[in-house]
């Protein structure tokens, strides 16, 4: 029954962090106003009164995203839990969605430590999860990125990744919880709303099969990060400046670990290089190539030596 959200919530979180949250501790709510967000901002208020706070995030796509936001200002003040608006100092350009997404998540994470919270949860639920991965797969992610639909990273909660979107809405309707329906769920220029109709369709995945598979890569992930790091150990030299791998005669996906980590200490601010320029690149450097990512000049063969590239001279 929807009712019995606000244990399930409790449980899921209490997994996730390995205790229930302490009297003391604060909760960070992402709420944008859609029936998801706010069936997860009622079941928190429920499940730990007076220690919930909420953020909206306002990107400045859509002329109603203020309205929306202002909605669950309002509902946040008859519960006596604290909220704030947020929005981004410059505007959402490029790719929308993936723009919008890194905007969304830099402004709640600054806002998190700002108010001392110690716990950011977000109302992703099983099926985004089917979503992510299947759009995942369609874009040919590897272990990593399949398996980064988790339910705890650091200080992120999503502790409704065993939820169904029907049922948080029969949550919200049960409690007589405002919400609103997001047109870009349904606006076919986005990759996600086309997958979504089709997948509404039938019911082909099962939500609770996909988060075992999804568990699986998780520990897979695990497991390779801790031996990446341990062979990054032995033979990754990190030094003024520059970045020497030692050894280059292991697999493919662990010297892909060894090159982000090299790339990461040369120049922490850059994005991190996926999908075909990064499987290109190892190709170059076990071919005893040079090659150029993220602002890194990395010669290959026997052994792999990296530093940042020079800055480009202005015309």
Do not use: C
């Given at each position: 029954m929807p009712d019995d959200l606000d244990a399930r919530l409790s449980a899921a979180?209490?997994?996730?962090?390995?205790?229930?949250?302490?009297?003391q501790e604060r909760i960070g709510i992402a709420v944008s106003g859609g029936a998801d967000s706010m069936a997860l901002l009622a079941a928190a208020?429920?499940?730990?009164?007076?220690?919930?706070?909420?953020?909206?995030?306002?990107?400045?796509?859509?002329?109603?995203?203020?309205?929306?936001?202002e909605m669950v200002a309002a509902w946040c003040a008859t519960a006596d839990i604290p909220?704030?608006?947020?929005?981004?100092?410059?505007?959402?350009?490029?790719?929308?969605?993936?723009?919008?997404?890194?905007?969304?998540?830099?402004?709640?994470?600054?806002w998190r430590e700002a108010r001392g919270l110690a716990w950011l949860m977000t109302a992703h639920q099983a099926d985004d999860q089917i979503e992510t991965v299947i759009l995942r797969l369609n874009r040919g992610s590897g272990v990593g990125g399949l398996a980064s639909v988790r339910g705890r990273r650091e200080?992120?909660?999503?502790?409704?990744?065993?939820?169904?979107r029907a049922t948080l809405r029969a949550y919200c309707v049960a409690n007589d919880l405002p919400f609103v329906d997001d047109p870009s769920n349904i606006d076919p220029r986005?990759?996600?709303?086309?997958?979504?109709?089709?997948?509404?369709?039938g019911d082909l995945i099962a939500p609770a099969g996909l988060a075992r598979s999804v568990e699986a890569?998780?520990?897979?992930?695990?497991?390779?990060?801790?031996?990446?790091?341990?062979?990054?150990?032995?033979?990754?030299?990190l030094g003024d400046r520059a970045a020497v791998l030692n050894r280059t005669d292991l697999p493919s996906e662990i010297l892909r670990r060894l090159l982000l980590k090299m790339i990461e200490y040369l120049n922490p601010e850059a994005?991190?290089?996926?999908?075909?320029?990064?499987?290109?690149?190892?190709?170059q450097l076990l071919d005893a190539k040079t090659v150029t990512l993220a602002d890194c000049v990395i010669t290959g063969g026997g052994t792999w030596a990296s530093r940042r590239a020079p800055p480009r001279k202005s015309r």
């Open positions: 979180t209490a997994r996730l962090i390995g205790r229930a949250p302490l009297p208020h429920h499940s730990w009164p007076g220690q919930i706070e909420a953020a909206t995030v306002d990107h400045g796509l859509r002329p109603k995203a203020r309205q929306e936001a909220h704030a608006i947020l929005t981004p100092e410059a505007p959402i350009a490029g790719n929308l969605q993936a723009s919008a997404r890194i905007a969304r998540y830099r402004l709640l994470d600054a200080h992120l909660l999503r502790p409704l990744l065993g939820e169904r986005f990759d996600r709303a086309r997958l979504r109709a089709l997948l509404a369709e890569l998780e520990q897979a992930d695990a497991a390779l990060a801790w031996m990446a790091d341990s062979l990054a150990d032995d033979y990754l030299d994005e991190k290089p996926r999908g075909p320029s990064l499987d290109q690149a190892l190709v």
